[in-house]
């Protein structure tokens, strides 16, 4: 995998697909809650 070793099971643990989430630990947060917002409200 091209971003190995950040990469995220999408919805299964079969489906990985690569991360580019960032390096710093701050940011990469803010981008995980992001993300996770952005999930949640699709539902």
Avoid: C, Q, W, Y
């Avoid at 690569?18 to 949640?40: M, N, Q, Y």
Wanted: proline fraction near 5%.
């Amino acid at each position: 995998m091209k971003t190995f070793p950040k990469h995220f099971h999408d919805g299964s643990e079969e489906n990985v697909v690569g991360s580019d989430i960032s390096d710093e630990p701050e940011e990469a947060v803010r981008e995980f809650l992001t993300f996770v917002r952005r999930k949640l409200a699709e539902k």
